[in-house]
């Protein structure tokens, strides 16, 4: 017989690679520890992905050499992915926890407001009560899909610190928030370009592994920038500077124009400042204060302030103008208008909340540059890599396409600063779409990244493309949770998602992304639990599969048995439930622990099984319920019960060790009345037809002594004809071929016999 | 991080995420007020391996409690139950496996490492899972009960393990929780809410045997934990299958006291839970005059964590107050003796959960 061997030894490792048609078949031996020859192979699936592998040899009458050897072996071989994936198996599952709860929630919700609206989601208070609900759980679960926490700030801040690394981004969390920006935040929907912004600006670093960045190069200059001295002579200072400010990260630029060497004390002293004051007019003396809040870092200027600085810096001496040019440069670039409600920490611009006052002030800032770009200082500024640097940032600025182009490095970074200098007033996903196809042919990506993919699906408006890419590059899991982002966001996705395909077995393409990222979690020990969560949502296949799911648990495993039956008390399978318990009561019976076997039989209520196994028991009773030996059973008899209706046929043991009880306490001078009781207990016993008639002979044996009572007959004359009648049955049932002898000496028969008959006698003379 | 306020009193909770299952955790005893010691049971899923492994907690800033990782001993099968000796210097640490061994380890607390002792895995000892050990006051017998129906009585002497076979009910009967209630006394319980009072002064079979009979007519369940108070040890708390707590007195045999269950209709109004309870401890936590009033018939409060994921503190006719209430189910918790106010409990979703009360 082969053994199920669980040792560690015999659980392999197999990676498995997804793109199999790419690569060589690999072989991966497999330890079973048995001589060849191999006889037969027979493979099965065991719980989730573990495939078992049975090995046979010759049966041993073929074979002379195998004297003593198993004749076969059970392996069980753990499959998994080669672990090349963006999120590790611990972290994917405590994603996979964590989501349970705001997608049971929703599922909750849902059920109770289209109860209320009487199935239709669209009538108006229900639509804005439901709405919220998808935008709660849409943040719930984007905020799951970055656990770490950030480093903490330091304190002292770093003013060669360019890039502020936040918590490693992971795609799925990109994806999901573009999800979120297109389909479900429908206050952002007039912001979506700033939106796209700062998407950018968080997620920029997923792309470097594949395409060059601007994040990547500012990383890289970052690097540089510690051993650099003179900033302004390093043409890498320059672009990286214009390419920040062509994806519109401002404060990263303000903060580079700031270790300008013209903000050094040295070149810039008070006597300086006082210079300056007596070369000005007298009109604009208000541009001295501009100059002091200039060289303190102050930003905070009124627009009069930055028209006059303008002019100011017409005036300035070389060194001056230098700096104040950097300067106007600076205040133009953290001035920028934008339309948003509200700047993120750290970020600088002037958030417009109207879409009239946004254009009135984009058309002022504009002026301004211009004015500044037309300025006759530039001649005096006699360094060159400054003049051109920051002809460059004021050529960004002015939405120059060909500068553009040349600062950033793929098509998204270009969609972005075609946003912010450009076309400012794009509006619509149709202009979207078209403005990225354009700088997707400036600038083709060599390897399309799979975030790309979605955002054109997305920006084209084509659902089965968005669906195609979320499901080939996110998995799973993200099909299962963001099928509720489209269905709300969409009519189109709505109807698309939820319409029955016949071709599917009558589900919908919804509860079909369901029901593979509940296959998923069935697959691991730890995650199968949270399975029916999933499988209980999905109406047509739903069930089925939980019931395929709970079968397939191991029963041996009693945690894991307890588990499936608090699932089927959750969900009111009784049926299920007890057919678990019914199989967890045969295999404990199987292997010999005849207490838990009857347990959960009898919680299963199976009558049958209980009856059948009754015999098994009743043959390993036989002497074995000796005097002494009898405690052992005293546990199993308090397990049974008294109640026949649970018990099936061990509902006897209960009595029978009653009996016994009694009978041991009957000693020859006990009084009448206690041997009396005994008796009384040995005539209902034999009555009962539930005692099986193997047990009449030892009973009626083991009874000598109450039917020979010296003092007077203990049974009357109608029951000892009754267990004469017993006696004769059994005689005749002897000459049956399956009759089982009882383990008794050989003149038990006739002894009882006699017994009996004497007793009759006595009997009757005393009635 | 939440911090819940409940009728009387404020709790601190903290969550952290481990990359393993934790089948059962234990504090240790306390070295010093900021550093203290969780030994925990730990089962990696990935390469099947199962070990043993000491945090430590301290108190860094802001009230904050941090846990970081000491050191682990691969074990040679997955854990059933874990049990510490309270002594200060070096604490014993005994486990039971699946396998049916036993196994004894030492910890140093300064340093934060474990030390294996001895084990017991021989042939005669348990077939297959251990579903319960106890460790007994001075730190040197173990008693062990397993799924096989067999108990065995383990002692600690000149540095090795000697066994003593108690009990063999050949399968008839199995075991899932036992308690020391004397130097010579256990109890233990198991299915159909069984629990049996083992006196060694009288060997060959339990002493007193209790077999629930409240659920007739609704199923019957299984004890998962017993636990006795060393100030009254005729009484023996257990939960176990539907929600159930009950306490059984020894001078009043044949009715339990009910604290929690399902099945219990003038209770069900009370009862928190509705699922398996895991595991009982009575709650030293309570004002030292609330104590001493208690009255010597009423079951002093126990803290019980259950399938359905609540960590509550129940009292005899009173209000059970909820300390957590998970998504998913509390394996195991533990009160930590010196300190009760604090509470670790590991969750079934591959994390821990350190509670402070105050």
Redesign the interface.
Known sequence: MPGLTSE?DD?A?VPVSLETENQPVVNYPLRHGLKSPIHRLSFSWACGNTLRVSVFRKPQSETADGEGEAGGRVVEV?L?NSGDEEVD??RW??MA??S??PF?LLQSRKHSLSAASRMSLDIPPYKAEWWEHVIEYSKEISSLLS?QKPPPKSIIEDAKSVVNEIAAPVCLKAAWELLEIFYIDKQSQSWIPERLLDWLADYNSLFSGTLPTIHSKLVDFQQELVGVQVVEDDPNYWDAMSSALAVGWLETVVKLLRLHGSYRFDQLSSREAVYLFYRVPKSITLCVFCLRDLTTGCTAMSDDKVDFLVLFVSHCSSLASKNGLVEAVAVLISKMPRMRPSLREDNLGECYKTKPDFMKAWEKWRTQISKLDCSSYWLQCDHRQTREGLKNLIQIMLGNPTVLSNATFNWMELFISHFLYVRPFTAGLESMHNSAKKCMQVKPASIPHKLFGLILGILGENTEVVLAECSRSFGPWMMAHAVELLTAGSTHAEILLHEEHSKLGGVSIEELHRLVYAQVLSS???TW?IAPIYLTSCIKQGIRLLENLLYKQPVQH?QIL??SI?IC?LYELDTINSNIMRIAGVH?WK??????GV?WL??ARDEFRLNRIAKQLFDFVGKSVSDEGF??????I??L?S?SRTAGGLEFLNKYRDFRRSLLQVHGDTPTDAARNAAEALVSLMKNPSTPQRFWLPLLYDSLKLLMWQERPLVNVSQTQLLLNKLQELSMARLRPDFVEADLPSDALSSVRLALATNLGRAILEE | MAVLTSSSQNLQVHRFPQDYYIDSLRWLPQLSAFHRHIILAAFDSESSTSSLQILNSSNSSSNTPELTFQSSLTTPSRITSLTTSHNPNKPLIAASTFSGSLLLYTADLVNGSLEFVDSVDEKGFHLGRINGIDVSENGSEFVSVGEDGRINWVSFVGGGLSTRKVFDSNGLVSYGAVKWASPVEFVSGGLGFGLQWWDQRRPGGPVSQFKANWTRGTTSGIVHSIDIHPSRKHTCLAGGSSGTVFAWDLRWQQQPIMLSGVGTSDLSALSPLESDVWEVQYDNYTTSSNYRNMSESRVLPAMICSEDGILAVIEQGEEPVELLAEPCAINSFDIDRQNPSEIVCSLEWESIAILTRS
């Open positions: 560690p659980l490792m753990k998994s198996a611990a599952r405590r926890y964590s349970v709860t049971a656990d691991h020990a730890l639990q009693s307890l588990k608090e008390r404990h292997h010999g622990r005849k207490g838990s347990f009898q919680q405690k052992q059973w005293e546990g199993l308090e397990l019960g109640e």
